[in-house]
């Protein structure tokens, strides 16, 4: 098997794991904050950053799974502590798997041809539209936080998006993100819509991208895509 062979087998299981296709789960990353920009905070209204009681509130956010950060999932904890782990208490094993996946996805992106991005793109976006249940929602989370990984590493790996095609699929998938009703998506959606900008080989894409956003504020009413739109044309 070729080396291009390996990663689209290697591509196939990991969009598998973060899109319910192996399992009927449907676990949240938890990543998806964290690819996001480390000064979305007052954005994002998460008043109780580096507070005593922020490890209190983290266990209650949903992750679709029972107990979130807990001892159980993984007691040598306790005596294997990382200092690079500022919060020492472990995911649960499904979000673990769920957040390891998008971020080898991420290291492998930039090596995938642009046919191959083409497909994965074009797969992401169709499961990304329709629906409002907590099961999409979660699907969306994990999505968009894939195109982050991926699209960051495209900038780190010196690559860029070329192709009209891949640009159209990322710019639609990021515009689905921007009109949730999700305060985090839309933030990511916005950052993402940035991200792709600086990907860009062609400047014409950056001002197709500028006048969608420019439009949208103009003619909607939409106050979620209102928001989203201003976020990104603030990232661009």
Request: proline share 2%.
């Amino acid at each position: 098997m070729s080396y291009e062979g390996c990663l689209s087998t290697l591509l196939r299981e990991l969009v598998g794991e973060i899109t319910f296709t192996v399992s009927q789960s449907h676990t949240t990353t938890s990543l998806l904050q964290t690819l996001c920009d480390l000064d979305s905070g007052l954005v994002l209204e998460l008043y109780n950053q580096d507070t005593d009681w922020q490890c209190l509130e983290e266990q209650l956010l949903e992750f679709n799974t029972s107990g979130a950060k807990s001892l159980e999932h993984d007691s040598i904890i306790l005596y294997n502590v990382q200092e690079t782990n500022p919060s020492p208490l472990p995911l649960p094993l499904g979000v673990l798997v769920i957040d390891t996946a998008i971020l080898l996805f991420g290291w492998v992106f930039p090596f995938v041809a642009q046919k191959h991005r083409q497909q994965l793109l074009s797969h992401f976006l169709q499961l990304s539209k329709g629906g409002k249940s907590q099961k999409q929602l979660s699907l969306q989370k994990n999505i968009i936080a894939t195109y982050l990984s991926g699209i960051k590493s495209l900038a780190t790996a010196k690559e860029q998006i070329s192709e009209k095609d891949v640009f159209q699929l990322a710019l639609s998938l990021n515009l689905v993100a921007l009109s949730s009703s999700d305060s985090l998506l839309r933030y990511a959606g916005g950052e993402g819509l940035g991200h792709l900008a600086k990907a860009c080989k062609k400047t014409e894409h950056v001002t197709e991208i500028v006048q969608k956003a420019y439009t949208m504020l103009q003619t909607s009413r939409d106050v979620n895509l209102r928001t989203g739109y201003s976020l990104a044309l603030g990232y661009l």
